[in-house]
């Protein structure tokens, strides 16, 4: 078990040092945090509207954050290129995400033109149906990504990954409840004071 959170850590840390350098990626975070502990809770009330604050207020949060506002040139307080922390990126890269994104946009657009998907679905109205497969390509995405991580890194890899992204939320309020401070103060760009993995 101390392999797989000193792994979760080192995990956790890269994502924090690598992908959110902006003090606007870091608030945008944090409002994405709370909307999934929402989400989370209305898992078990109704499925279909936690998957609507999931995509339509996390996701869109989280996810405008690493493409509009992290920066995309030479990383100079971690002497790396954006195309190598792509490369080596664990979970979702930017491409990874693009893809993730299109199917998102892509489902209520095939619900509208075919209510069943040509008879795999039984139709119970577009808001639901919607909300049901964007709950499914959530879960989908997780999954197939933890399970493509076993063959790459591991299962160990695969299963922290799956536990950073799942713990999050909770994380992301620990680390990014100060960010909106800091922009009010006029700091863009968090220093990164600590450059060095702690664990």
């Known amino acids: 078990m101390n392999d797989f959170f000193k792994e979760l850590a080192i995990q956790r840390w890269d994502d924090h040092r690598y992908y959110h350098h902006s003090r606007v990626n870091q608030t945008l975070?944090?409002?994405s945090a709370l909307s999934f502990l929402c989400a989370y809770a209305f898992l078990f009330i109704d499925p279909v509207v936690a998957a609507y604050i999931g995509w339509l207020v996390s996701m869109t949060t989280r996810q405008a954050g690493h493409f509009f506002f992290e920066p995309k040139g030479y990383d100079h307080i971690n002497q790396a290129?954006?195309?190598h922390k792509e490369e080596i990126k664990v979970g979702y890269n930017l491409r990874r995400k693009v893809v993730l994104l299109s199917v998102w946009v892509l489902v209520p657009a095939a619900l509208w033109f075919?209510?069943?998907?040509?008879?795999?679905?039984?139709?119970?109205?577009?808001w639901r149906d919607t909300g049901l497969l964007?709950?499914?390509?959530?879960?989908g995405g997780l999954l197939f990504r933890t399970i493509h991580l076993f063959f790459l890194k591991g299962v160990?890899?695969?299963?922290?990954?799956m536990t950073k992204i799942l713990t999050d939320p909770f994380h992301d309020i620990l680390l990014y409840y100060r960010s909106p401070l800091y922009l009010l103060r006029g700091q863009w760009v968090d220093p990164m004071h600590a450059r060095h993995h702690q664990g």
């Open 156 to 161: 160990q890899a695969g299963l922290v990954w």
């Open 114 to 126: 075919s209510p069943t998907l040509g008879g795999l679905i039984k139709s119970e109205g577009l």
């Open 29 to 31: 975070h944090l409002i």
């Open 134 to 139: 964007w709950l499914a390509l959530g879960v």
């Open 81 to 83: 290129t954006h195309e």
